[in-house]
């Protein structure tokens, strides 16, 4: 195959079913919630000017029906405490700037080496954020998490219908420099308390026994349910990306409740490190401008379909994201159609 150095494009999963229909208990819960936050006197506890706590449009659009069952099911259902989780994200993420200071310009030198990038989609659908230790190429500080918040939030982008998480992938190949401690920690918190139900799975590649210990240290500060989905030097085949030998040997479950045995197709997949057959080379002359104008479109049509949905609070991110895929293939459609006419 020749050499490729953008990202791949959002898979359409056309077959991919909507969410289930809440009902009982669970129905009971999102609606104390929504109606928490939909109330139009509602404004953000602890900020002193009324019109600043008020919501704005981009917090809205985030406070969609999958982000608010995300938070309930992080606070294994206790409504109080998911209400007062969603609160501190909101909080968080003005003072990080999620939303005006946390730009590409800004985050733009910790990436020039492609320590981390967004790559394919594994067999659900999930984004490949690929992390590269050997490759760290600045100093340790405040724009290092920044620059991992930027590339988690573009990786949301990249989620088609019907997926919420993401795949990390860290190759410890070629003498990777190890983060510290301090900022490992740091992020874990991040992703724990900021990014709820996000990873669908954390994959190690060539961990070198001398890191174990440095795992160990920080595999406490993990909850349990994130613990289960690391998976340490999986198998690659000529079919593919596996959790173990074992897992493959097993078979591939079609309960997206399982852990995936087959994690990657090979097509799907960079070479280097991991076997695929995407010969991807990171040229950041190339792919950080690809990325960023990908993710910005794709960013605009999501809030463009937002809006002509109603524009509120608990809107599906399923329907944003059909109603995206599906106009962009009427688009193609009718291009094709009439460039055939021609």
Not at 2 to 17: G, M
Not at 157 to 182: H, Q, R
Not at 247 to 268: C, I, M, T, V, Y
């Amino acid at each position: 195959m020749s050499t490729i150095h953008v990202p791949l494009p959002v898979p359409t999963h056309p077959n991919v079913q909507p969410p289930a229909e809440l009902t009982g208990t669970a129905k009971s819960e999102y609606d104390r919630v929504f109606t928490h936050f939909a109330n139009p006197e509602y404004c953000l506890p602890g900020i002193s000017s009324e019109k600043a706590s008020k919501l704005t449009e981009e917090e809205c659009m985030w406070l969609s029906y999958e982000c608010i069952l995300r938070y309930i099911r992080a606070a294994k259902h206790d409504v109080a405490t998911a209400i007062k989780r969603i609160e501190e994200t909101l909080k968080w993420r003005r003072d990080f700037g999620i939303y005006d200071t946390l730009t590409a310009e800004l985050v733009e030198p910790e990436a020039v080496t492609g320590k981390e990038f967004l790559f394919g989609y594994d067999t659900r659908g999930r984004p490949g954020l690929y992390m590269c230790p050997s490759k760290q190429n600045t100093e340790e500080g405040p724009r290092q998490i920044q620059f991992v918040v930027w590339v988690l939030e573009r990786a949301i982008d990249l989620m088609g219908p019907g997926v919420e998480t993401l795949v990390f992938m860290i190759d410890f190949a070629d003498k990777a420099k190890n983060s510290s401690f301090s900022t490992s920690r740091t992020v874990l918190n991040i992703l724990q308390s900021h990014y709820p139900e996000r990873l669908g799975a954390g994959l190690v590649a060539h961990l070198p026994w001398i890191l174990h210990a440095f795992m160990k240290l920080i595999m406490p500060f993990v909850d349990p349910l994130t613990r289960t989905k690391a998976v340490f030097n999986p198998v690659q085949d000529d079919r593919g990306l596996w959790r173990s030998a074992e897992a493959r040997d097993k078979g591939q479950s079609n309960d997206p409740k399982e852990p995936n045995a087959q994690l990657f197709e090979l097509d799907q997949l960079v070479h280097d490190g991991w076997g695929g057959t995407q010969m991807f080379t990171y040229d950041h002359d190339i792919y950080w401008p690809a990325l960023v104008e990908m993710c910005e479109t794709r960013r605009k049509d999501m809030a463009r379909m937002w809006r002509k949905l109603g524009g509120a609070i608990g809107i599906k991110e399923w329907d944003v994201k059909v109603g995206v895929r599906d106009e962009k293939a009427n688009e193609e459609k009718v291009g094709a159609t009439e460039e055939a006419s021609q």
